[in-house]
């Protein structure tokens, strides 16, 4: 298998994931397109997507020459091969899984787990994670980013769940090196309204989120 390289300057550029979930192709593509031109770099198609290796092939195809293509929701190792297979460059899940988040370390692949106590955190990272994916954020909010970083300052956090360009400037002051953004970003209803330059704009307005000090 040829894992597709993960262009980690691309995700530094931008440290935001944008996850695409439950949508075909075709609107996949339009807003991928769209967010790359306002200057996103790393996206993440959803295994529970309708054909998601399909889409995240065809996505690599299309802009792997532009941004990070990652799978998310990769929640067994049936599915982290799927995800592979199809050339995600990067797998995020929802939860701790030990052995796909060692499979990923062993193969080279940048791994993002999800996790929400201290303690799940710490497993995640002492298994390798990438960067540990704290959900849901919205709910849990910055002061409780912050209040991780006291005992738990060497691992890297990355909110997902409700991350908005808001209260994106909130999270990164509390700790946040990166974050993962669904619909502020992709928009279901923006989709389907065929309203494609509203994407560009949301990523133009993230970018600018993330380098205002």
Sequence with gaps: MNITPFRK???EE???V????GFEFDTTARMISAAIDGGLRNVEITM???GASEQIRRAVDSFGSR???GAGTVTSPAALELALS???SFIVTPIVLPEVIESCVRRGVPVMPGAMSP???VS???LGATVVKVFPADGLGPAYLRSLRGPLPHIPLMPTGGVTVESLPAFRSAGAVAFGVGTPLFDPAHATAGDWAWFQTQAERFAAAWTSR
């Design 9 to 11: 300057d691309w995700f």
């Design 14 to 16: 931008l440290p935001v």
């Design 18 to 21: 944008g996850i695409l979930r």
């Design 48 to 50: 529970n997507s309708p």
């Design 67 to 69: 941004a990070n293509i």
């Design 86 to 88: 199809a050339g995600a």
């Design 119 to 121: 303690t799940e955190i």
């Design 124 to 126: 995640a990272w002492e």
